[in-house]
């Protein structure tokens, strides 16, 4: 999961499911410092998760921290 505020209003917070690949398609490992890319399917994503903004990786506890450096979005099948 990934675990964030919004943009300007850092006393609400959101847990988003999400899938973590690491770019080198390495699996991610404690103490790892890597490039990842973040899948997720959430209307709300694009208020927590800009360019520049700090996520925590979540799984009951943080387990890992990052900064969002762009953005993709991509739209499925209608």
Same mark, same amino acid.
């Given at each position: 999961?990934?675990?964030?505020? /919004?943009?300007?209003?850092?006393? $609400?917070?959101?847990?988003?499911?999400?899938?973590?690949?690491? !770019?080198?398609? @390495? /699996?991610?490992?404690?103490?790892? $410092?890597?490039?990842?890319?973040?899948?997720?399917?959430?209307? !709300?994503?694009? @208020?927590?998760l800009a360019p520049g903004r700090q996520f925590?990786?979540?799984?009951?506890?943080?387990?890992?921290?990052?900064?969002?450096s762009r953005r993709v979005f991509a739209s499925g099948p209608s």
């Amino acid at each position: 999961m990934v675990h964030a505020c /919004p943009t300007g209003e850092p006393s $609400h917070h959101k847990y988003f499911p999400a899938v973590f690949c690491r !770019d080198d398609e @390495e /699996p991610l490992k404690p103490g790892d $410092h890597a490039l990842v890319t973040i899948t997720l399917n959430d209307d !709300d994503a694009g @208020e927590y998760l800009a360019p520049g903004r700090q996520f925590t990786m979540w799984d009951g506890h943080d387990i890992g921290h990052g900064i969002i450096s762009r953005r993709v979005f991509a739209s499925g099948p209608s």
